[in-house]
């Protein structure tokens, strides 16, 4: 969903597993879907983590428990590894997060992610745990993240951290523009420098 991003102030849902691969954040079967619907994949995401063979809930499952919610997903290292199925981040969009924080991301994923409107968070791996840590001791607490001046912060903690983003990828979040939203945009600048040259 194109929303704009400015500064996103949410509780997290943690997911402390390292080397999520995408087959799990939504597997191969959901590839054949003919449909974009947000809503189908977000109910889709972590499918076989979220429940049983029968379509039961599992309660041990951290999509499950409601003692967790909000709009950032506290990811452990590596995640988004294996295919570069774009369908996972239309799960984790469709579901409703807007960021996800981890210490490593897969570029491909990664780069599937900010092409989907949902913003990837590198952070040392000390932030990393001290987040989680954070999450366990008050599920409550809040994470801010300020896109403009690339700032994460751990509100339990005061702790901040600044965090990378491609300057083009950050216009266009903020702006709520797709790469053809982006050239729409540039469209007279396109067409005035066609003529000149």
């Not at 983003?165 to 939203?181: P, V």
Request: hydrophobic share 40%.
């Amino acid at each position: 969903m194109k929303q704009k991003f400015d500064i996103i102030t949410s509780t997290c849902v943690p997911l402390p597993l390292e080397n999520v691969d995408t087959d799990q954040i939504i597997p191969a079967r959901f590839l054949k879907a003919t449909t974009r619907d947000e809503k189908f994949f977000g109910d889709n995401l972590f499918r076989d983590w979220r429940y049983d063979e029968k379509g039961n809930p599992r309660p041990d499952f951290v999509l499950n428990d409601p003692t967790y919610s909000g709009e950032i997903l506290v990811a452990g290292k590596n995640f988004g590894s294996g295919s570069s199925r774009e369908h996972a981040a239309w799960a984790i969009a469709g579901y409703g997060f807007r960021v996800v924080i981890s210490s490593f991301f897969a570029d491909i994923h990664k780069n599937n992610e900010l092409n989907n409107f949902v913003l990837p968070v590198v952070v040392s791996e000390e932030f990393l745990a001290e987040l989680f840590a954070s999450i366990k001791a008050d599920p409550k607490m809040q994470v801010k993240v300020d896109v403009p001046n690339q700032m994460v912060t751990n509100l339990a903690t005061g702790r901040s951290e600044r965090f990378e983003i491609n300057g083009y990828k950050k216009y266009c979040l903020m702006n709520a523009l797709d790469d053809i939203d982006f050239l729409l945009e540039n469209k007279a600048k396109i067409e005035a420098w066609e003529e000149s040259h």
